[in-house]
């Protein structure tokens, strides 16, 4: 085996990885429009929606069926709490679902044989973006919810606020490959010009 059909064997491994990939965001995508509705759902405690909050899933008081969600929503939260803590999930699913469609543009791209075109660099810089807007966003109901607790117009006990570095690094590294991407195109461009 010479070193041309190593090349091979490895290209075409990478060329496999991608249509992967992309099923796998597809899916994920779905997953989340899935969360989207079942998360107002279960914080509005529908009576159809088979779906319960907290305690134990092999709950002999539980009537059937039940899902277990306790992860995510404490049995011990007041209601104005539940519906603060789904709002916020509802914010970071619905910039999961952007991000992941984003995602799914520069992936096809790279497919193609493009990976560095101008549109791969715009949507980079639009999923930075959307996480400066859901972080902000979330930011302003924790606000609120606070001003709200301190004038006593509702209990807000068992909410869970969470202030990590991680959501920003994430944003940072999308703006710094938006500007990666960017420059890309430009070489790759006047390269093109100059063959």
Do not use: C
């Amino acid at each position: 085996m010479g070193p041309e059909s190593a090349h091979k064997i490895g290209s075409g491994k990478k060329d496999q990885a991608v249509p992967i990939l992309i099923k796998l965001l597809v899916f994920s995508q779905w997953a989340l429009v899935f969360l989207l509705v079942a998360i107002p759902l279960t914080a509005l405690g529908a009576p159809f929606f088979p779906l319960r909050i907290g305690g134990d899933p092999n709950d002999p008081d539980a009537q059937w069926p039940t899902g277990y969600i306790g992860a995510v929503f404490d049995e011990d939260m007041t209601q104005a709490a539940l519906y603060a803590e789904a709002l916020v999930l509802v914010i970071f699913v619905v910039m999961g679902i952007y991000v992941i469609r984003q995602m799914l543009g520069v992936l096809r791209n790279v497919l193609t044989g493009n990976p560095f075109v101008r549109d791969n660099g715009v949507r980079l810089r639009r999923m930075g973006y959307a996480g400066v807007i859901a972080q902000f966003s979330v930011y302003g109901i924790w606000i609120l919810v606070g001003l709200i607790a301190l004038a006593g117009w509702a209990d807000f006990e068992g909410i869970s606020v969470i202030l990590s570095p991680a959501p920003w690094v994430a944003i940072l590294l999308a703006f710094a490959l938006a500007t990666v991407f960017r420059d890309g195109a430009e070489l790759k461009e006047e390269q093109d010009l100059t063959v």
